[in-house]
């Protein structure tokens, strides 16, 4: 079986993966909560009402309300890559 592209896999799937790394790592879900916010735009509600949808990650990112212009100062490896 190929393996799902991470575009289209539920986002509902992958965020409390996403929480549980975090957690392994020492941080909480809460925080995971608020660097989506800060890169995404969206609030609490929005984020439920995504995971109610069962959206993909691409579509999670795609209905985005506002990119922060700030997004681009992020920098450094993720999984390795540069």
């Not at 975090?22 to 909560?33: C, Q």
């Not at 995404?40 to 069962?54: K, N, S």
Request: hydrophobic share 45%; glycine share 6%.
């Amino acid at each position: 079986m190929a393996r799902m592209q991470i575009a289209q896999m539920s986002f509902a799937r992958v965020y409390p993966l996403l929480a549980q790394k975090a957690e392994r790592k020492g941080r909480t879900k809460e925080e995971v909560d608020q660097v989506l916010f800060w890169l995404t735009g969206y609030d609490a509600a929005g984020l439920q009402a995504q995971l109610e949808a069962d959206a993909t990650y691409e579509q999670f990112f795609a209905s985005a309300p506002r990119f922060n212009p700030n997004r681009s100062l992020i920098t450094g490896k993720i999984c390795g890559v540069d």
